[in-house]
């Protein structure tokens, strides 16, 4: 899933719209949920639109025949994996941790081979 996101995001050019998002949240200083919901309404618009203030950006963007419905499947497609993912991995690394306290007894023993082999 990373990379399929990564292709996706990566040839689109979509990875600079909400890190212009957050920038613009960062130089506010102050933020309330009303500015965030703001600026992430701001940067879905210009990631459907592929311009940012006006101008048009390079090749990499949308072709011209890519429907609007089609854009805004794709953003929220990529948004749904990437929460998806992220809450995968924060779950297995909890999982793991969560594990280690109830380990079985035969977790401790030495296994047979340990004994023949040199091993550091």
Not at 14 to 34: D, E, H, M, Q
Not at 77 to 105: D, H, K
Request: proline share 4%.
């Amino acid at each position: 899933m990373p990379v399929l996101t990564h292709l996706l995001v990566g040839s689109r050019g979509l990875i600079s719209y909400p890190l212009r998002a957050f920038y613009r949240l960062a130089a506010r200083g102050k933020c309330t949920v009303g500015d965030l919901m703001q600026e992430i309404y701001r940067a879905w618009g210009e990631a459907v639109e592929g311009n940012f203030g006006g101008k048009v950006e390079g090749t990499g963007g949308w072709g011209k025949r890519f429907p609007i419905c089609g854009r805004h499947i794709c953003i929220a497609g990529c948004g749904f994996v990437t929460w998806v993912y992220m809450n995968s991995i924060m779950y297995l690394a909890v999982e793991a941790f969560v594990s280690v306290r109830n380990l079985p007894q035969g977790a401790y023993r030495t296994v047979n081979w340990a004994n023949y082999f040199p091993h550091f």
